[in-house]
């Protein structure tokens, strides 16, 4: 008898993707220039420029880094890079040619592609690392794709074991350093395969894509999750709310952060009628304000789905599909994902309802910092648990509760200031449309409570008014010491208010005092 023949398990999450059935005729990605993109399709471009990647060098293992605007071609190389068994780095297409000095010199790809009008910068960035450049701009045109068209279309998939990475993403960095975050091939097959059972997912959903390629909500959640369900996405180069609401008349799905949500409010043509044909609405990267979802769920009839994950860890906690969408709540542990609220100092952990460190543990969690082993132990408990930097409770039903960034907290006479607790009283004071409140250097308490306000254009409110509204509905420690009326809180492309450029600008506010 002949033994049985060994099949090999390919953990590439291409193969994950691709080599079982799929119909290679079904319809992938469509784009607004009217550009359908079939199952087929996709996977032989992908194989193309894998066999570009391996013509110019590149290695299972290496990274292959990318600055190019969105387009159907930036995710092919997505899909060309972690086929071919290197490790994709999608980078912010704000960065400028001083962040990518550190982002390229850290990560030491062995190719970096870029827009054409940036090869020659870029190009001598790369030198530096012996990394060479190809170019691929928002047209989908340059050096990169004239290659690939050439290309044969057949790759053998490069053999991965689930702990291989593939794909290194930088975070914000909004305190020190920015850091590599090292995400496996199984860090992200097991995440989207869970989001597509958690949401129901089939190949019969169209998915508005408006969300940036180089962050983990665009690239892995939106189209990971797309993929793996085999269904189709709108791809679309940036938000807007004209396009995304003519697109619901055929979609099912639309992933976006909260500001997608409070733009698409501020339209006349988002109805009951409008997204009709739409089963989901999912939020996530930062905090949708509870007032939004209301909003949205009066003038739609849907509840939007807010979710809650981060670069390192990918997804965690999501409101369910079937049952209550709690507004101003992340949702419950995705199933095998581990959440727990500790004690910020001790690590214990603590009851619900206890407000606290959120630690996560799961087979979403990276496996650690490109090159920063120290930091990366530090981040991580004995028992495996990822310190995600979050403060947050869980509920007696088991929802999770976000409260802001650990960083964020205010310490002011040595009480803990959770801000959320008073941008939720001001948020919902009649005019403002939304808080930020942050702590600012102050002689005496160490940290002054400071609320940085935006209201509705003819809203008579101001600093005396808050003041007053607050009197009384919170404890002394946590009132604010000054309140600044703003147009508009900054925020960084993902939508998250950026309380360091905040705390920057108003750090003497108490000095001058
Ligand atoms: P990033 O690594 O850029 O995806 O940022 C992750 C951080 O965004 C998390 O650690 C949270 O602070 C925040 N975040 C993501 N989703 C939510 C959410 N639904 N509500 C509140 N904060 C969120």
């Known amino acids: ?17 691709f080599d079982g059935l799929y119909d290679p005729n079904r319809l992938a990605i469509e784009t607004i220039d009217g550009q359908r993109i079939s199952y087929g399709e996709l996977v032989s471009q992908a194989g193309q420029m894998a066999n570009v990647l391996v013509d110019r060098g590149v290695k299972p293992g290496d990274r292959v880094a990318a600055q190019t605007e969105k387009s ?13 068994g290197a490790v994709y780095l999608p980078l912010n297409t704000a960065y400028t040619l001083n962040e990518l000095e550190y982002f390229i010199t850290d990560a030491e790809p062995s190719l970096v592609v870029c827009d054409p009008s940036r090869a020659a910068a870029i190009g001598a960035i790369a030198a530096k690392v012996g990394a060479r450049v190809e170019t691929l701009g928002a047209d989908g045109k340059g050096s990169l794709t004239d290659a690939a068209a050439k290309a044969h279309a057949e790759f053998a998939t490069v053999v991965r074991a689930d702990d291989d990475l593939a794909a290194i993403l930088y975070t914000s960095g909004t305190t020190g350093r920015s850091k590599g975050a090292m995400l496996t091939h199984d860090n992200l097959a097991s995440n989207s395969r ?14 508005i894509h408006a969300l940036p390629i180089y962050h983990t909500h665009g690239l892995f959640v939106a189209s ?20 995304i609401i003519k697109s619901m008349a055929r979609s099912t799905v639309l992933m976006g952060v909260p500001t997608f949500y409070t733009r698409l409010l501020q339209s006349p043509a988002l109805t009951r009628q409008s997204t009709r044909h739409m089963r989901l609405f999912v939020s996530g990267s930062a905090p949708l304000l509870a007032d939004t979802h209301r909003e949205w769920s009066a003038r739609t009839g849907h509840a939007v789905l807010e979710r809650y994950g981060m670069t390192e860890t990918n997804m965690n906690t999501s409101n369910p599909y079937d049952g209550d969408r709690v507004p101003g709540a992340v949702g419950h542990a995705l199933p095998g994902v581990s959440v727990r609220v500790t004690d910020p100092e001790t690590g214990k952990e ?3 309802e206890t407000i606290g460190m959120i630690e996560v543990k799961g087979p979403n969690v990276f496996k650690g910092y490109w090159r920063m082993p120290e930091k990366t132990r530090s981040e991580f408990r004995d028992d495996g648990f990822f310190i ?10 088991g929802y999770v509760h976000i409260l802001g960034r650990g960083k964020d907290l205010v310490i002011s006479g040595g009480f803990n200031v959770y801000p959320k607790e008073i941008e939720s009283e001001i948020d919902a004071m009649p005019g403002v449309v939304e808080s930020a409140v942050i702590g600012v250097p102050h002689a005496d308490f160490g940290e002054g409570v400071t609320a ?29 010491k000054r309140v600044i ?14 309380k360091n450029i905040l705390r920057d600008t108003y750090s003497d506010i108490y000095a001058k005092k």
């Open 194 to 207: 869970t989001l597509v059972d958690y949401w129901r997912f089939t190949n019969k959903d169209v998915l």
């Open 485 to 498: 009326v703003v147009d508009e809180l900054p925020r960084n492309a993902m939508g998250k208010v950026q």
């Open 224 to 243: 990971n999750v797309t993929l793996f369900a085999q269904a189709s996405m709108i791809f679309l180069p940036k938000f807007d709310p004209d396009l």
């Open 452 to 480: 940085v306000i935006v209201c509705n254009k003819d809203a008579k409110v101001d600093e005396t008014s808050v003041l007053t509204a607050l009197d009384g509905r919170l404890a002394k420690f946590k009132m604010p």
């Open 72 to 84: 159907v071609p930036g995710l092919v190389l997505y899909l060309a890079a972690v086929r071919a």
């Open 350 to 352: 603590l009851p619900r």
């Open 1 to 17: 008898m002949n033994a049985p023949e060994k099949t090999i398990m390919n953990a590439n999450l291409f193969s994950r993707l």
């Open 388 to 397: 995600t930097g979050d403060l947050g409770k869980i509920d007696g039903s």
